[in-house]
């Protein structure tokens, strides 16, 4: 039984800047499921044009919350099952916050806001010929900023945005509070997610206010210490 795991190339420091990408890596390392990368900086490769895609005896799946879900399936695991239905339900409503709304919060601070786009832009294209670099960057970033505004966090003003965002990562402060998981002294699939999420906000060498807001949640930047030394160590 094989797993590929088809995701974006590092950067940043991080085990994925994409953070559905690192939500599932997570996932995977927490379920104790060997897995083999296959790099793939060009979404439009994958089945619906986002990452991340797992291959796994010859079944593609995309989606990494629909993989989560035929992976655990499939190998009987459930890093949930100490959880009661109202926490499950608490984990849901956490996960499509940070996947729905923190997540365009994340993506304004790197690809539309001038300072955070200024330190973003040579980590993701910095490796493409100059000749071609021009035109993919403003291809890509125009998409971009389109979907933000498709999605509507892309039409307030940064500094509501930002607010916006910022009132998910005090939420999830609160939440957590002094545990050292989201839901107790052990992790479950939820902490894949937030992992995911808080990692790329408090950990990279990015200065932008999302950066700066997240690393005011003494616990949320502890918490992201303890995801990664317990699952990318060294
Ligand atoms: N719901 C999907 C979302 C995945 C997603 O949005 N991936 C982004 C990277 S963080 C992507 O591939 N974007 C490429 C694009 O929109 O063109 C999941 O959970 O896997």
């Given at each position: 039984m094989t797993i590929e795991l088809h995701q974006f190339p590092t950067g940043l420091g991080m085990p994925n800047i994409s953070p559905f990408c690192m939500k599932l890596?997570?996932?995977l390392r927490l379920a104790g499921l060997p897995y083999e990368i296959k790099w793939q900086p060009d979404?439009?490769?994958?089945?619906?044009?986002?990452?991340?895609?797992v291959v796994a005896d010859g079944e593609t799946l995309c989606d990494s919350e629909r993989i989560i879900q035929?992976?655990?399936q499939k190998h009987g695991i459930d890093l949930d099952a100490g959880l009661g239905p109202q926490q499950r339900a608490q984990a849901h409503a956490m996960r499509r916050m940070l996947e729905e709304n923190t997540y365009w919060g994340l993506v304004y601070?790197?690809?539309?806001?001038?300072?955070?786009?200024?330190?973003?832009?040579?980590?993701?294209?910095?490796?493409?010929?100059a000749p071609v670099r021009a035109l993919v960057t403003r291809m890509i970033r125009g998409q971009i900023r389109r979907d933000a505004w498709g999605h509507g966090m892309g039409r307030h003003p940064p500094a509501d945005l930002?607010?916006?965002?910022?009132?998910?990562?005090?939420?999830?402060?609160?939440?957590?509070?002094?545990?050292?998981?989201?839901?107790?002294?052990?992790?479950?699939?939820?902490?894949?997610?937030?992992?995911?999420?808080?990692?790329?906000?408090?950990?990279?060498a990015m200065k932008t206010p999302l950066n700066d807001a997240a690393r005011r949640y003494?616990?949320?930047?502890?918490?992201?210490?303890r995801m990664r030394a317990r699952c990318f160590p060294g």
């Amino acid at each position: 039984m094989t797993i590929e795991l088809h995701q974006f190339p590092t950067g940043l420091g991080m085990p994925n800047i994409s953070p559905f990408c690192m939500k599932l890596e997570t996932w995977l390392r927490l379920a104790g499921l060997p897995y083999e990368i296959k790099w793939q900086p060009d979404p439009r490769k994958a089945p619906v044009g986002k990452l991340p895609v797992v291959v796994a005896d010859g079944e593609t799946l995309c989606d990494s919350e629909r993989i989560i879900q035929r992976l655990s399936q499939k190998h009987g695991i459930d890093l949930d099952a100490g959880l009661g239905p109202q926490q499950r339900a608490q984990a849901h409503a956490m996960r499509r916050m940070l996947e729905e709304n923190t997540y365009w919060g994340l993506v304004y601070s790197r690809w539309i806001d001038p300072q955070g786009w200024a330190q973003f832009w040579p980590v993701f294209f910095g490796r493409i010929p100059a000749p071609v670099r021009a035109l993919v960057t403003r291809m890509i970033r125009g998409q971009i900023r389109r979907d933000a505004w498709g999605h509507g966090m892309g039409r307030h003003p940064p500094a509501d945005l930002y607010a916006r965002a910022e009132a998910d990562l005090r939420a999830l402060s609160e939440l957590l509070g002094e545990q050292p998981y989201f839901f107790g002294a052990e992790p479950t699939s939820f902490d894949a997610t937030a992992y995911g999420f808080l990692g790329n906000i408090c950990e990279p060498a990015m200065k932008t206010p999302l950066n700066d807001a997240a690393r005011r949640y003494p616990n949320l930047v502890a918490y992201c210490a303890r995801m990664r030394a317990r699952c990318f160590p060294g």
